[in-house]
């Protein structure tokens, strides 16, 4: 995620109307986002499909809008990945501490 935020700001020199962060948050999810161009801290984020994206996307060159809609497809398949796999891993330590709870339960019945 990190790697693909870096590339676009290779591709695109700012100032830009909008480019691609990291938002860590504390649950664990990270997501890449849209922010909106502003003094840092006043940032806010913006969805490209929104009222605010489309807008944004009329305003700037034909060529910058296709590749913007390129790296919009790409954040979105890898925020559903991330997504996928971190809910797999919150399901498998689950799994993992049921199945310790039933080893303990089943050490303290005593059973084979």
């Not at 806010?44 to 034909?62: H, K, M, N, S, T």
């Not at 790296?71 to 199945?99: G, I, K, P």
Request: hydrophobic share 40%.
């Amino acid at each position: 995620m990190h790697g693909i935020a870096l590339e676009f700001k290779r591709v695109f020199l700012p100032p830009w109307p909008a480019h691609l962060t990291v938002q860590c948050q504390s649950t664990g999810a990270v997501y890449l986002r849209w922010r909106r161009a502003g003094r840092r801290g006043d940032q806010p984020y913006v969805l490209l499909e929104g009222p605010i994206g489309i807008e944004l996307l009329r305003g700037i060159d034909p060529l910058a809008c296709r590749v913007y809609l390129c790296f919009a497809r790409r954040a979105v398949d890898l925020n559903l990945e991330h997504s996928l796999r971190l809910n797999e891993l919150r399901r498998l330590e689950r799994y993992v501490s049921q199945l310790e709870a039933l080893g303990a339960l089943k050490q303290a019945l005593g059973s084979p």
